[in-house]
């Protein structure tokens, strides 16, 4: 199971109700029924439409791609991953991927877009070893000898900040939230044992 379907030989009338409407009941579809939150590419012919079936209302659903804190999918799996991170009755998304597919990315711009459902933001990434020296070889104290660790999170914060002018308050909102420790980057081994509420991984 990939997350994603491709169907072919779509209904037109299909195809136009979920541009029209954003929905269509899945029993008019004549397929069977997907998994739940199971993301679709319909085609017919040349026109093709991205969707999810939403097993509550039992409808298939448009997937637009939409901005996340600046941050817009190029492709349909982006698309997709984004729309799953930002939909507030799934409660934990994973991704799959190569590097450099944007997992980070759209987790983080996610999180930063729905804040307000949250009183604080963790990024959290595992300690590997670099050349089989583990973190006690690194100098300084203990946030000098980690942040070599979470250099990839802090590159994506960066990056997704820079998408607004330093004097836009999304820009400065970043830094805030940092300064303010409501957006935390610690290792994921720091995670072990501790008790959260309300908090957004």
Known sequence: YTGKSVWTGMDSVVIDRLYKDGFCPIKEMGQPIPQANQYFILRNGKDSVMGCYDAYREEMVRVDKRLAYGIKPRNAEQAFALHALLNESVRLVTL???AGTGKTLLALAAALESRRLFKQIYLARPIVPLSNKDIGYLPGDIKSKLHPYMEPLYDNLKFIQQQF??????YQRITEMQQQEKLSI????YIRGRSFSNICF
């Open 96 to 98: 799959q991927g190569m």
């Open 165 to 170: 002018p330093e004097n836009d308050k999304d």
């Open 186 to 189: 610690v290792p994921l081994a």
